[in-house]
């Protein structure tokens, strides 16, 4: 059973870092591409980061460029995002997805808030 699990959020000032987690089980974690996401209070969930886990491209939104580092570490099963610089425009719920064999796969997600 493919499973995500994120960790790492929490309550933050504005200037401040975060590391988020994405612990990855029940798939062949090095073919595959993980991503994170997040969602706003009334906003889309949009796209912040992905990694390509078969050959360790990156790729990350203008608005986290410079500030978001996205790291694998295959040993562990686990992606990394490393926020920093964050900003109140940053809080929302961060999410790790996949897809795999048709059918796309989410955590639970992990809250970060940024206060001004």
């Known amino acids: 059973e493919v499973q995500l699990e994120e960790s790492g959020g929490g309550l933050v000032q504005a200037g401040a870092s975060l590391r988020l987690s994405c612990a990855a089980s029940g798939f062949r974690f090095d073919e595959y591409v993980i991503g994170w996401f997040r969602q706003a209070p009334g906003k889309e969930r949009e796209g912040v980061s992905c990694i390509n886990n078969s050959d360790g491209t990156s790729d990350y939104a203008d608005s986290v460029k410079g500030r978001f580092t996205i790291s694998s570490d295959s040993a562990k099963n686990t992606v990394y995002l490393q926020m920093t610089n964050l900003q109140p425009q940053d809080t929302a719920v961060y999410f790790c997805?996949?897809?795999?064999?048709?059918?796309?796969?989410w955590g639970q997600g992990t809250q970060v808030t940024v206060s001004s």
């Open positions: 997805n996949t897809f795999r064999r048709g059918q796309e796969y």
